[in-house]
């Protein structure tokens, strides 16, 4: 097969996949809306149970819901029937993914469901199957071929579980109204939990870190500060209040004009009033903030307006949440 065989073929198969979600999307009905409404009243956790690629596409749509707000866990049909079908509860709600709506590791499951009072939600591809025929409701995933040219390959039905999945999870954590902030506690090694998790507070430097100078100081001292704290400015004291901060730009820009550093004094070049920031709001906020007012450092004060900390531009890199 030539490399433009290949690309023809791939173009076959989105075709194909395109094709069915499309008609998918047509058959959503009244089955869709009782589905979503009976998980979003669950009290327990959505159990998604299937074998084979449907199984692979369970436990995908079983962490798609953990992470939107819906607690949901994978149990494999097979394992179930040995034992694990004691971590189901009278709560919980059960989802069975069968294209064929036959698989017997599943069907042999659903009286002994039923008698538990367990709801169940299948998504098959035959409503008359004998699966579809036991559900609470059946949420029809039909699709009229596969992109496997022999017709036996899960491709465009996986597909359509798969996006089904998806719409049912965006649709609970919709009404839920689920939010980046929620999103973010279930994803706290993820770059958009850091961002959304990671406060002032959490990355500044204080109490001994914290460079500060009195304001009678010589530029000597301020320097010096500046070079041990190794973040690019220091705060400026009178009588232990902040009054001002030096950064790098500072002493670099007044050393320009001064050829003699003896005669420059720190309340000469600091600037007054430092811009601040709660040490509880989010870093992302912090760097906004330097952004919009054209600063690279912040003062870190607490819910009194005290200064506790400071944070830099550099320190904020140096995290690589952004």
Do not use: W
């Amino acid at each position: 097969m030539s490399t433009d065989q290949y690309v023809e073929t791939a173009r076959t198969v989105f075709e194909i996949e395109i094709t069915g979600l499309q008609d998918l999307r047509k058959k959503l009905d009244e089955s869709f809306n009782k589905a979503c409404a009976l998980l979003s009243a669950c009290k327990g956790k959505v159990v998604i149970m299937g074998i084979g690629k449907s199984g692979h596409v369970g436990r995908k749509i079983a962490a798609t819901l953990s992470s939107t707000g819906t607690p949901s866990f994978f149990v494999h049909p097979a394992e179930a029937n040995h034992g694990d079908l004691g971590m189901i509860t009278n709560d919980d709600i059960v989802i069975a993914i069968s294209y064929s709506g036959e698989t017997r590791e599943i069907t042999s499951m659903i009286p002994i469901l039923k008698r538990e009072a367990i709801q169940i939600i299948t998504l098959t591809g035959y409503a008359n199957s004998s699966l579809a025929k036991l559900a609470d409701v059946n949420i029809d995933c039909g699709v009229g071929s596969e992109a496997c040219p022999l017709g036996l390959a899960p491709t465009t039905s996986t597909t359509a579980a798969l996006v089904m999945g998806d719409a049912i999870a965006v649709a609970l954590l919709s009404e839920k109204g689920f939010s980046a902030k929620d999103f973010a506690r279930s994803h706290p090694g993820g770059s958009l939990g850091k961002q959304l998790l990671t406060r002032v507070s959490d990355v500044m430097k204080m109490q001994s870190d914290l460079p500060t100078i009195s304001v009678e100081a010589d530029i000597r001292i301020a320097i010096m500060e500046i070079t041990d704290k190794k973040i690019g400015a220091t705060l400026v004291t009178k009588n232990k209040k902040t009054v001002g901060i030096i950064t790098d730009g500072d002493l670099r820009r007044a050393l320009e004009n001064c050829s003699d550093l003896k005669e420059l004094k720190v309340a000469q070049i600091m600037s007054e009033n430092p811009k601040s920031i709660s040490c509880n709001a989010l870093v992302s906020e912090a760097l906004s903030t330097m952004e919009r007012l054209r600063v690279n450092h912040l003062v870190a004060v607490d819910g009194g307006d005290l200064p506790v900390g400071i944070i830099g531009l550099h320190q904020i890199m140096q995290t690589k949440l952004l």
